[in-house]
């Protein structure tokens, strides 16, 4: 079958970001690199699963469908994931909001003050093995709580919208900090929060609309 060049995802802008705290411009740049890598895959996994449907040859005992079809979350939450990081940072960002209203507010009630809600977003950031803490919104309950996930699909709660994404796997500070560093990278993640994006997030009925 004839393959089709058409991309279906596009990586976003997010030239924005240069000037951040504790995030080098060129780790930055290597990071955004990275995510692009991300959007081809899924780009590439889509046009050949869709080929091998048209084909006929998927069939569960097919190495490339099952290979693919488990690629496919990994590669597709990977780019997602990114678009929601970068797009809660910027230059000039701050580590918590005020707990006297909206979003802080919410912490404060669920995690006794907004300083602990950090705290325990923290301590998770310097959990062993690569992945993601995530602060999630439950939609029916809309009880916030943060998550831990591995690689970029195991974890992920359903149903939960991702309000405050950090990456913490090492490519996103080696440039920066040595491996053993991560806890410096962490502080400089919570510098740089745009927690306007994070509040935005909490009142969008479709949490994928803010990463755009
Ligand atoms: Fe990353």
């Known amino acids: 079958m004839k393959k089709d060049d058409r991309a279906i995802y596009s990586a976003k802008s997010f030239d924005h970001l240069e000037g951040l705290t504790g995030i080098s411009d060129a780790q930055l740049a290597e990071h955004l690199d990275l995510y692009a890598g991300y959007v081809k ?3 590439t996994l889509m046009q050949e699963l869709s080929e091998m449907r048209g084909e006929r040859r998927a069939s569960g005992k097919d190495f490339g469908l099952a290979e693919g079809t ?3 979350a990994f590669e597709y939450d990977g780019m997602v994931l990114h678009e929601f990081y970068f797009s809660n940072l910027k230059p000039g960002g701050e ?3 005020s707990d006297r209203q909206g979003l802080g507010r919410a912490l404060a009630e669920t995690f006794g003050s907004v300083e602990q809600w950090q705290e325990n977003f923290q301590a998770m950031g310097s959990m062993r093995g690569v992945g993601w803490v995530i602060l999630f919104q439950d939609p029916v309950t809309d009880r916030l709580t943060n998550y831990w996930v591995s690689l970029h699909q195991d974890g992920i709660p ?3 919208k ?3 994404v ?3 796997w090492e490519h996103a500070f080696m440039r920066d900090y040595k491996a053993t560093e991560r806890v410096k990278y962490v502080d400089a993640f919570l510098r740089n929060i745009d927690w306007s994006v994070v509040e935005q997030r909490t009142r969008e009925d479709s949490a994928a ?3 755009a």
């Open 70 to 72: 488990r690629r496919l």
């Open 162 to 164: 991702p309000l405050l």
């Open 95 to 97: 580590a918590r909001p």
């Open 158 to 160: 359903a149903r939960c």
């Open 166 to 168: 950090m990456d913490v």
């Open 41 to 43: 895959q899924v780009n």
């Open 209 to 211: 609309r803010s990463a």
